[in-house]
């Protein structure tokens, strides 16, 4: 099956820096997803986006969804410790009868005190 | 509360067992899903059912099997044709609805070891 483009794949950042992270596809999606995995427990979704160009935040967290409708990013500002974890996106492509969902394989995230 | 719940948390299964990871949600979603994930794998699609009394295989369904009986349950036997089955397995369940919001929402995961 298909699977998403994601980037970086690991990243190491100071407490308060910025982070930025991206999802690219070469197929159109219709939905982006953007989840925060802890260790040992199960995704936890942090924002959806619907439409393309649509920018929405949680928080520290902002996530766009692309007008091409083929890519999205995730930034998450100033940093703190408890923002480690692995970063998933995920779409749901465009077309009749599609419901799956096709997952990035995961952006690992390590925040320095 | 509402939510989705996987149990166990933890299995260990002999080689050569069939074991069976329970997937429960009382949110009302009609799609639920397994997923296998292995590190630096992302999330790979196992089975995924619709509707109730139907079901339809993922990427790696091969070792797998699943029933829907119910619309609240959604049970992964591994069987013992599955070589590799020490894995973390996810299930998670979302609405079919087109008027509504379709993200979806994971359990909390199993972990299974074979020994």
């Known amino acids: 099956g298909q699977q998403l483009n994601q980037s970086p794949q690991s990243m190491f950042i100071q407490e308060g820096e910025d982070v930025s992270m991206n999802c690219t596809s070469s197929?159109?999606?219709?939905?982006w997803l953007w989840y925060k995995q802890d260790p040992g427990e199960g995704p936890v979704l942090l924002i959806a986006l619907y439409k393309a160009g649509e920018l929405t935040s949680n928080g520290r967290l902002t996530a766009q969804f692309g007008i091409t409708r083929k890519d999205s990013f995730l930034n998450i500002s100033a940093s703190i410790p408890s923002d480690v974890g692995i970063y998933f996106c995920a779409g749901q492509r465009a077309g009749a009868g599609s419901y799956q969902l096709t997952f990035g394989k995961g952006t690992k995230l390590s925040v320095i005190p | 509360d509402g939510g989705i719940t996987q149990s166990p948390k933890y299995l260990f299964r002999k080689e050569g067992q069939n074991v069976t990871l329970s997937c429960e949600q009382n949110?009302?979603?009609?799609?639920m899903y397994w997923y296998r994930q292995d590190p630096g794998q992302g999330l790979r699609l196992i089975y995924y059912s619709q509707i109730v009394n139907d079901f339809q295989k993922g990427d790696i369904a091969e070792g797998y099997s699943v029933s829907r009986e119910k619309k609240e349950s959604f049970p992964l036997t591994v069987t013992s044709a599955q070589k590799n089955p020490t894995a973390f397995y996810l299930c998670?369940?979302?609405?079919?609805?087109?008027?509504?919001?379709?993200?979806?929402?994971f359990g909390q995961g199993t972990r299974l070891t074979v020994v």
């Open positions: 998670a369940s979302r609405h079919m609805n087109r008027a509504l919001n379709t993200e979806a929402f």
């Open positions: 949110l009302n979603h009609d799609a």
């Open positions: 197929s159109i999606f219709n939905t």
